[in-house]
């Protein structure tokens, strides 16, 4: 089993920036990419960003979040962070960091069925 622990969540005003951190534990051996998902109320889990864990670390990003949200990694602590600036009202969500198995088609790794542990998730509030 693998264990994530996300932290970091908060209350911020429009404009403002947070950075979420997610912690593996256990048998981290089994995953080979970690991502970011978001839940709004009312809303589906959709995917935000990812990382492979091997190397230098290759990125994913959803359009909606790209050039606001960045992923990186520090492979020796087994964490990874997402760094959210120019926060809006509409990024409020529960926060959840995601570890599973590398598609093989890139194309497909927003999709839920790659990741098989999931933390409890993080409140990030953005006031407008």
């Known amino acids: 089993q693998v264990q994530l622990v996300e932290s970091g969540g908060g209350f911020v005003q429009a404009g403002g920036s947070l950075r979420l951190s997610c912690a593996a534990s256990g048998r981290t051996f089994r995953t080979q990419i970690m991502g970011w998902f978001r839940q709004a109320p009312g809303k589906e889990r959709e995917f935000l960003t990812a990382?492979?864990?091997?190397?230098?670390?290759?990125?994913y990003y959803a359009d909606s979040v790209k050039g606001r949200f960045t992923i990186s990694k520090d492979s020796a602590r087994n964490t990874i962070f997402l760094q959210m600036n120019n926060l809006l009202p509409e990024d409020t969500a529960i926060y959840y960091c995601a570890a599973g198995r590398l598609p093989i088609i890139a194309q497909i790794v927003p999709e839920r069925g790659n990741y098989d542990y999931w933390g409890q998730g993080t409140q990030v509030t953005v006031s407008s």
């Open positions: 990382i492979t864990w091997s190397g230098a670390g290759y990125t």
